[in-house]
Nanobody, 125 residues
Framework: QVQLVESGGGLVQAGGSLRLSCAAS????????MGWFRQAPGKERRFVAS????????YYGESAKGRFTISRDNAKNTVYLQMNSLKSEDTAVYYC??????????????????WGQGTQVTVSS
């Protein structure tokens, strides 16, 4: 069982940056592919980015390419999402997810095993 706790959300102006963190419990963190999804009001939860257990492979959704960077520190059991050049359309609740296996190209929500409670990101224009 893995428990995930996100932090780092908040209010930022358009063009600004935020770094989200997701702390995981357990001693086998490096065995899990980790990812970020987001859900805007009235919309479905959508894939943002993922990273393999070793950190050697990453995958990004179209909305994140060129602006967001996912990384992890296995010694700290933490995965990060650095978000730059934020836009108002990035406003959403951001969720950290975890799953077994090294398939980072997995954008379907139901394929992920563990979820955090979410952290709100609001970008003002």
């Amino acid at each position: 069982q893995v428990q995930l706790v996100e932090s780092g959300g908040g209010l930022v102006q358009a063009g600004g940056s935020l770094r989200l963190s997701c702390a995981a419990s357990g001693r086998t963190f490096s065995r899990y592919t980790m990812g970020w999804f987001r859900q805007a009001p009235g919309k479905e939860r959508r894939f943002v980015a993922s990273i393999s257990g070793t950190g050697g492979s990453t995958y990004y959704g179209e909305s994140a390419k060129g602006r967001f960077t996912i990384s992890r520190d296995n010694a700290k059991n933490t995965v990060y999402l650095q978000m730059n050049s934020l836009k108002s359309e990035d406003t959403a609740v951001y969720y950290c997810g975890g799953k077994s296996g090294d398939d980072v190209v997995q954008t379907r929500e139901y394929r992920w095993d563990y979820w955090g409670q979410g952290t709100q990101v609001t970008v003002s224009s």
